[in-house]
């Protein structure tokens, strides 16, 4: 039998075990699909959502790939068995995908900052957020630009030079300039991005205090998987915290010892009056949580055992934000940004931004968290005047209040 006879009747086998397992498949395939139609009707919804649907799909498809390159090679095979000139240009072909390859890349990048461009965060809603987003926006359009014409380089040279009987490749092995320009070039931008970086970081976080208007104080405690927010209560100072001292009624080890701890208030949502500077003490009691507020461009690790801070204004209230969005249920969030544990996903929390009325009269409502169970446990006496006349009225109060804000700053 001759080569040639042989690959013909190879394939006619092949296309006849082919097309009876296809008819047999199918024949199989539309008994099944009358049966289940007779039986009950089948909801095709859950069918596309398991994975087998899926894998059996890639599989399908895998097969399909397999044939078709099968069926080629045997015409490669044929073309040559019969002395013909192979009838593929393989380079060709290689060099033509490189070039649609270009061209639907970068109609995708077009599609993405397009379409899901409009799905980042709004405009930041505090004062040093604009700073960050101006540092994100210069840096997207140099990397977008650098980004395309690297791309368009690189598949284009391997479609222009793609290759050619007819030419021969040049030797090109080095060039001190071409060196020297992508060594240099990139160097410059990214020190300036960097530098860029690096004072946007410190204007915000070494700010130097205005005295005569102190950031209003807000302790955060994380905890796997929640939130403990702690407002300092008239004093404007949280008093201080100790983990030997925590119980079941006093979960966060407050030291009640501290004169600054007993008018503090707990609360369950993150209240915040606008355009006033809020500083944020940020503790955790077990692992490290990370506090996290997109909206306000806001997030810092919470570690425990250490103290850390963060000093921010919010510039627009949750009822401006509910207008800009055309959201009339947007709500301002905090998360927690480091998997920390298997409640994770649930560690959120309501950010409001109000009016200074408005958190003047929210504030006015919040109860103090000392009661009668920790004034007992720490031998407070019970029920004394209310403490907030108290701080704010004797000297001693006032002096400790002062130490502890020291203490603080430190
Ligand atoms: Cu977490």
């Known amino acids: 039998m001759s080569l040639r006879k042989f690959i013909t009747n190879k394939t006619t086998a092949a296309l006849a075990v082919l097309l009876t397992v296809f008819a047999s498949t199918s024949a199989l395939a539309q008994e ?3 049966g289940a139609a007779a039986a009950t009707k ?13 894998v059996l799909i890639f599989l399908a498809i895998c097969l399909f790939i397999a044939i078709i390159g099968k069926a080629i090679r045997v015409y490669e095979l044929s073309r040559e068995a019969q002395g013909k000139p192979v009838g593929i240009n393989w380079n060709r072909v290689h060099a033509s995908l490189f070039a649609l390859f270009l ?9 993405e900052y397009t379409v899901h461009g409009s799905m980042l965060l709004p405009d930041a809603a505090s004062e040093h957020g604009k700073k960050i987003d101006q540092m994100f926006n210069i840096t997207l359009i140099i990397t977008t630009i650098v980004f395309i014409a690297t791309h368009i380089l690189l598949f284009g040279f391997a479609y222009i030079y793609k290759y050619s009987a007819k030419r021969k490749a040049y030797y090109y092995p080095h060039n001190n300039t071409i060196e020297k320009i992508w060594t240099i070039v990139p160097a410059l ?12 970081w410190r204007s915000i976080f070494f700010k130097v205090e205005d005295p005569n208007n102190k950031p209003l104080q807000i302790e955060i405690t994380s905890e796997q998987f929640k939130w403990s927010i702690r407002y300092p209560g008239a004093d404007g100072i949280v008093g201080t915290k100790n983990y030997k001292l925590t119980t079941a009624t006093n979960t966060l080890g407050i030291d009640f010892k501290d004169i600054n701890s007993r008018d503090d208030e707990m609360a369950d949502e993150l209240v915040l009056p606008v355009n006033k500077a809020v500083k944020l003490i940020l503790t955790s009691k077990d692992v490290i949580h990370s506090f996290y507020m997109p909206h306000f461009r806001v997030q810092l690790n919470t570690v425990p055992g250490m103290r850390t801070f963060f000093e921010f204004t919010p510039t627009k209230t949750t009822a401006e934000m509910q207008q800009e969005t055309n959201d009339p249920n947007f709500k301002y969030l905090f998360y927690c940004a480091k998997i920390c544990g298997s409640g994770h996903y649930n560690m959120q929390k309501v950010v409001r931004v109000v009016s200074d009325a408005e958190y003047k009269t929210w504030l006015a409502e919040q109860k103090t968290y000392l009661n009668d169970d920790l004034r007992k446990q720490f031998n407070l006496p019970v029920a004394p005047a209310p403490v907030k006349a108290e701080a704010d009225s004797t000297a ?8 502890n804000q020291m203490a603080l700053n430190k």
């Open 396 to 403: 001693t109060d006032s002096a400790a209040v002062k130490t």
């Open 189 to 200: 931008v990214l020190t300036v991005l960097v530098l860029m970086g690096f004072l946007t």
């Open 32 to 34: 099944a699909a009358a």
């Open 42 to 54: 089948v909801d095709m919804g859950e069918v596309y959502k398991s994975v087998i649907f899926y």
């Open 103 to 111: 061209v639907l890349g970068l109609y995708g990048v077009y599609w």
